[in-house]
Every structure is written in C-alpha cells, then in structure tokens.
C-alpha cells in the first residue's frame, strides 16, 4: 500500500497550489484521509482532515484559505491551498486510516503515512 503525494512547488505569496495525495494497492476500506505538515525545526501539525462520508475540519491557521475534499473511487484526497503565506512553507504529508490485504489477512492501520511534497512560498 502507498500513499503518493504531489502537487507541491515554489509559489508566491497569495498564489495557490493543490496537492493530491492518492492511495494504492490492496486496499480495502479507508476511513478518514488527512494532511499534515512539518516545517523545519517545528513539530508536525494536523493541517485538515476528512472522513469518508465527507466530513471536514482544518486547523485554524488554514481556515478560509485550504479547503480539503476526496474523491472515494479514486481512493485520492485533495488539498486546495489558497492565499499562501510565506508561514504555509513546510512539507506536506497526507495520512490516512485504512484496512488493507496483506495477502494473508486483513490489517487496519489508523496511522498510514505517505510520503511529503514539498511547498514553498516566497514573500
């Protein structure tokens, strides 16, 4: 199973970006989807988080400015980024609960990481 995110780059401030973050392999449920960030020297913080059945919450820092949504057939989710601030500069991970097969049996894990993209945003 893998998460593969994309989407990030260099932007100035007040541009936008939007990050997908897709899952693959032997998946069989997943619950809530998230995205997280890391900056350097700080610690990882919950960014915006969805669940299944499309219910969102964000952090205060991207409220009104990052809005998250999935597409469930495509087992992807989305994170539309709006006027970006020099601050929003972090690597971005997506997460997610999911169930998978791992050829034997069925394992869930509420923790998956994927791996980060990058974001910028100069001044």
């Known amino acids: 199973v893998q998460l593969q995110a994309s989407g990030g780059g260099l932007v100035q401030a007040g541009g936008s970006l939007r990050l997908s973050c897709a899952a693959s392999?032997?998946?069989?449920?997943?619950?809530?989807m998230g995205w997280y960030r890391q900056a350097p020297g700080k610690q990882r913080e919950l960014v915006a988080i969805?669940?299944?059945?499309?219910?969102?919450d964000y952090a205060d820092f991207v409220k009104g400015r990052f809005t998250i949504s999935r597409d469930n057939a495509k087992n992807t989710v989305y994170l539309q980024m709006n006027s970006l601030k020099p601050e929003d500069t972090a690597v971005y991970l997506c997460?997610?609960?999911?169930?998978?097969?791992?050829?034997?049996?069925?394992?869930?894990?509420?923790?998956?990481w994927g791996q980060g993209t990058q974001v910028t945003v100069s001044s």
């Open positions: 969805i669940t299944s059945g499309g219910s969102t």
């Open positions: 392999g032997s998946i069989f449920s997943i619950d809530a």
């Open positions: 997460n997610a609960d999911l169930t998978y097969y791992t050829g034997r049996d069925y394992r869930h894990d509420y923790d998956y």
